[in-house]
């Protein structure tokens, strides 16, 4: 699939599939089952980051409740535009609920701590986040994030939910493009 585009694969299916175990894992240490909070709510950053979240909702060994939010900062390009909107909104309200965001990357992290900061006006309980992957420049926008997958370097990736121009999320892995796909 995809001949001739991918460059290299930074990060394979099955290194993906053992992190995310791995993640779940901790995970649930923190939110008991029976919370008073009610089941942890897992809220997905379409579209990108709906892969991560079916495989990690699946290798959680706690119950879980999913909501997911679009919201649009990259459109087509490779880099954030830095104005974030919201296409789509939870459906419920998260107020009193373990909150747990999920996202396929930190980038900039303009994304983030966006969505950090709308969410929490609508007092959860508890609001953290997990990503799968993190870029260095993630750093500058001093986002806590409890719970990182990989982190890696500045370069765009696509697969595993992540695309370029809405193509390659179909792939199971992580890769980077050859450069002749952005018309190098
Ligand atoms: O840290 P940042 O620089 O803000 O970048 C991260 C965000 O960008 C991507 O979404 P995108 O806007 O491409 O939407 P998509 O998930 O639908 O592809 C990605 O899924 C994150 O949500
Ligand atoms: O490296 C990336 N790849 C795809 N989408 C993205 N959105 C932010 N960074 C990236
Ligand atoms: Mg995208």
């Not at 709906?50 to 939010?69: K, S």
Request: charged content about 25%.
């Amino acid at each position: 699939m995809y001949e001739g585009d991918i460059a290299s694969v930074l990060i394979s299916e099955e290194e993906i599939r053992e992190k995310t175990a791995e993640l779940a894992a901790i995970i649930a240490e923190r939110y008991p089952v029976d919370a008073p909070e009610g089941d942890l709510l897992l809220v997905g950053v379409l579209k990108g980051a709906v892969f991560f979240m079916t495989d990690l909702a699946r290798a959680l060994p706690i119950p879980t409740q999913m909501e997911f939010m679009a919201v649009s900062s990259y459109g087509s390009s490779t880099s954030s535009s830095g104005v974030v909107r919201i296409l789509k909104d939870l459906d419920k309200d998260i107020a009193g609920r373990n909150v747990l965001i999920v996202e396929d990357i930190i980038d900039s992290g303009l994304t983030l701590s966006w969505l950090m900061r709308n969410l929490s006006t609508r007092n959860p309980a508890s609001l953290e986040v997990v990503t799968l992957l993190r870029k260095p420049d993630a750093v500058k926008a001093d986002v806590p994030v409890a719970n990182v997958g990989f982190d890696i370097p500045n370069e765009f990736v696509v697969g595993y939910g992540l695309d370029y121009a809405e193509r390659y999320r179909d792939l199971p892995y992580i890769g980077t493009l050859e450069p002749t796909v952005y018309g190098g």
